[in-house]
């Protein structure tokens, strides 16, 4: 089992950047498929991004290409998003997860996730 702990959300103007971080303890993160998934309040669970076990592949929803970044740094057992030119639409709870299933490359439905952070607030004000 991991234990993910997300951190780096707050609030910031629209046109601005955060980078958020999904630290990870019990195991090591490179055993485990990454994503990273939003909510806003009335909304279901939203895929963001997810990253492949060795990191070399990517995967983002349309809305944030070209803006948001996943990456994963296996020494700090960390996975990261940063998330540049922030608009309002952009403003949830931003949750990071894992699986080790077998089969996936990658995986954008949360039921596909196993593992979950507590998730942390990114208000994004116009």
């Known amino acids: 089992q991991v234990q993910l702990v997300e951190s780096g959300g707050g609030l910031v103007q629209a046109g601005g950047s955060l980078r958020l971080s999904c630290a990870a303890s019990g195991r090591p993160l490179s055993s485990y498929v990454m994503g990273w998934f939003r909510q806003a309040p009335g909304k279901e669970r939203e895929f963001v991004v997810a990253?492949?076990?060795?990191?070399?592949?990517?995967y983002y929803a349309d809305s944030v290409k070209g803006r948001f970044t996943i990456s994963r740094d296996s020494a700090k057992n960390t996975m990261y998003l940063q998330m540049n030119s922030l608009k309002p639409e952009d403003t949830a709870i931003y949750y990071c997860?894992?699986?080790?299933?077998?089969?996936?490359?990658?995986?954008?439905?949360?039921?596909?996730?196993?593992?979950w952070g507590q998730g942390t607030q990114v208000t994004v004000s116009s």
């Open positions: 990253i492949n076990r060795s990191g070399g592949s990517t």
């Open positions: 997860a894992a699986h080790n299933r077998i089969g996936y490359n990658y995986s954008t439905r949360v039921s596909q996730y196993d593992y």
